[in-house]
């Protein structure tokens, strides 16, 4: 696996990657990877000859008061594993490198940023829409896989994508979680032994939401096995979405709906 750090030198490796008519898949991450990252690597093994993976803790996604100094970031394992799971390059970027020109993006989101995430993180797709354009401007992926772990952000993405005439296939990938139906997630690092018995209740809820539907109900199940706030549970799209608190941790999740 070959690491890069600057853009010219990504797109040297690409093009000639591109005159031998290989295909570039490309994965998007903030790092401290679990086996939810790796599972969309192996896709865009799947789907393409040549597969990028990035690791970038993007600034503009974090509002003043929230864990962007706290993040964890665990490089140099990141590399191991993405070199054992088959990336074939690493891009690694210094935050003047992909926000060289300054931190504004004219890329607006589309009605899939309204509600949900946005009425608790306003600005959050903002900061992933500007920070995915330009990370596409710099690998022109042919596919890129995101995870369904994050479902409105890949409708986010996608119709970013539609609405800037790119022509990246955007993948969605399933979930990955443990054995308990814990979404993984890199912040799931932050809970302690016991909230993560807590936030393991959180997939068997939201199934149950989708099953009756209730969401109040499910409200009151996530209180009452020791859930903080719940920002929302909502049905959209096809699939019962929720974001609920641990202490100082946000987590998130998603099942599909009934129907
Ligand atoms: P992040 O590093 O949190 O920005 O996530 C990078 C990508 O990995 C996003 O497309 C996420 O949706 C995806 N991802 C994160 N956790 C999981 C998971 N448990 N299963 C599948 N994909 C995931």
């Known amino acids: 696996m070959i690491t890069v750090k600057n853009i010219a030198e990504l797109n040297e490796i690409l093009d000639e990657q591109r005159s031998n008519n290989k295909s570039i898949g490309f994965v998007p991450t903030m790092g401290a990877l679990h086996q939810g990252h790796l599972s969309l690597i192996d896709i865009a093994n799947q789907k393409s000859d040549f597969v990028v993976a990035s690791i970038f803790v993007n600034p503009t996604q974090f509002a003043p008061n929230e864990d962007f100094d706290q993040y964890p970031r665990t490089e140099e394992q990141d590399a191991m594993l993405l070199e054992k799971v088959g990336a074939d390059l690493l891009f690694l970027p210094t935050v003047n490198e992909i926000y060289a020109g300054g931190l504004h993006s004219d890329i ?122 719940i920002d929302y549970i909502e049905k959209r799209w096809d699939r019962v979405l929720a974001a609920a608190w641990l202490g100082k941790t946000r987590l998130i999740d998603n099942v599909p709906a009934k129907n």
Do not use: C, W
Not at 113 to 141: C, H, I, Y
Not at 143 to 150: E, M, S, Y
């Open 108 to 229: 607006k989101t589309g009605d899939a940023a309204m509600g949900l995430e946005t009425d608790f993180r306003p600005d959050f797709f903002k900061g992933v829409v500007n920070v995915v354009d330009r990370l596409f401007s710099a690998v022109n992926p042919d596919v890129a896989v995101f995870g369904n772990k994050d479902y409105q952000q890949l409708q986010v993405i996608k119709q970013m994508v539609d609405e800037t005439g790119r022509t990246t296939k955007i993948i969605g990938a399933p979930i990955i979680r443990d054995e308990h139906g814990l979404a993984l997630s890199s912040r799931n690092a932050y809970l302690s032994q016991d909230e993560i018995k807590i936030a393991q209740s959180l997939n068997a809820i939201l199934k149950e939401a989708a099953l009756t539907d209730n969401f109040d109900q499910a409200r009151d199940a996530l209180r009452s096995k020791g859930f903080d706030k």
